[in-house]
């Protein structure tokens, strides 16, 4: 079922988005022409948790909704970072500066595999400590927020997490707690 890429053209490179177009040819012979990808990085984000077992969460503005959303920390993984679990360990540090003993692979998720290029890997990060205080980039203002349990369970209930990827994070992370039962 795999399509043939036959040519691909550049439309628009910023830090943030690289859009794409390809002409493509399917299995069957059909081309299709054109066939537009956005090119993100790679994300990671993190169910955190502390040292007496708070949940870390975040809330921040995000524009293209123009809501103010709570979330999991995580981020872009830069190109200085060593592997994804450097990447989310230093995202963690600069959006909620807290450190954590441990930090396990739990899911990968798409945010839209028909557009998009990137994948987001996410982590459950236990032991955490706060040992700094937060290092945002320009344009970041992030408030944490440290979450019971039952109260991570009610947003996810009452539909409070509108970012889909965090949301697939936190229950492939309650399972892996034992607090999701099937």
Known sequence: MNWKTISSKYLFQRDWLTLREDVCERPDGKVIDPYYVYEFPEW?????????????????YRHALGETLMELPGGCVDASDASYEDAIARELLEETGYRFDKIEYLCQTSANPSTNNNLLRAYLATGGEKVTEQKLDDGEDIEVHLLSINEVKQLIRENKLLQSMHTTALLYGLEKLGELKY
């Open 44 to 60: 990671v984000a993190a169910l955190a948790l502390t040292k007496d077992g708070k949940f870390i969460m975040v809330r921040q």
